[in-house]
């Protein structure tokens, strides 16, 4: 079965600081791989996604991931934070078989400002 | 579309007692997830349905659970009886049919049980 890796757990930064999450999973097929952010007490919403073509995603809020497949990584990325990025950040994927979205334990980042 | 539409949005309820989680997926989607999410466990998968079918129910935690969906716009999830390991946030979420590069899930809003 897949599974998902976010190796980060904690991230506290400050405003302006660049900011780089790790996710990498574990299948050797077709993959479909996603970003989920939940801001404090609110359910999770799509920051980005990727399924084929350019492996440099953007999504929304500046964020931006790259799927690197011989890493098996798609590491999220944003230049600057802001204070108004304090959330928990969620990789997910799904793999060639399956409809079912597995996600990472994911990675609290708390932003001070 | 109001996206998926989870209730109750807290539920707080005393150990032995039955809980109905309830969950409206977007209109148009076929397939409908249950997660939990914990501070130790993360985001776990529940069940998963696809066309009200259940195809997936590996992760429910033991018999206590059940989940049905009746219909295409209506799913419940019951702990039957609950106790205070079942707290947590349980989240809702349902996707298109993946004929395209629209099978994102979107979730609801969930549920926070507290069982005391």
């Known amino acids: 079965a897949q599974s998902v890796s976010q190796h980060n757990h904690h991230v506290i930064l400050s405003e302006a600081a660049s900011l780089e999450l790790g996710c990498n999973y574990s299948y050797g097929g077709t993959v479909n791989l996603f970003w989920y952010v939940q801001y404090p007490g609110q359910h999770l919403q799509l920051l980005l996604k990727y399924f084929s073509g350019d492996p440099l995603v953007k999504g929304i809020k500046g964020f931006e991931a790259e799927f690197i497949k011989s890493k098996f990584s798609f590491n999220l990325r944003k230049p600057s934070v802001q204070w108004s990025d304090t959330a928990e950040y969620f990789c997910?994927?799904?793999?060639?078989?399956?409809?079912?979205?597995?996600f990472g334990r994911g990675t609290s980042l708390i932003v001070h400002p | 579309d109001a996206g998926v539409i989870q209730s109750p949005r807290h539920e707080v309820t005393e150990m032995g007692q039955e809980v109905t989680l309830r969950c409206k997926p977007i209109s148009g989607h076929n397939s409908l997830f249950w997660y939990r999410q914990t501070m130790m466990r993360g985001l776990e998968l529940l069940i998963y349905?696809?066309?009200?079918?259940?195809?997936?129910d590996s992760g429910m935690p033991e018999d206590r659970f059940s989940a049905k969906m009746p219909n295409a716009s209506f799913s419940t999830l019951k702990i039957q009886p609950s106790e205070p390991r079942d707290s947590a946030v349980y989240f809702c979420?349902?996707?298109?049919?993946?004929?395209?590069?629209?099978?994102?899930?979107?979730f609801g809003q969930g549920t926070r049980l507290t069982v005391v």
């Open positions: 997910a994927v799904i793999t060639g078989g399956s409809y079912i979205p597995t």
């Open positions: 979420a349902s996707s298109p049919p993946p004929t395209g590069p629209n099978t994102e899930a979107f």
């Open positions: 349905f696809n066309n009200n079918v259940p195809i997936d």
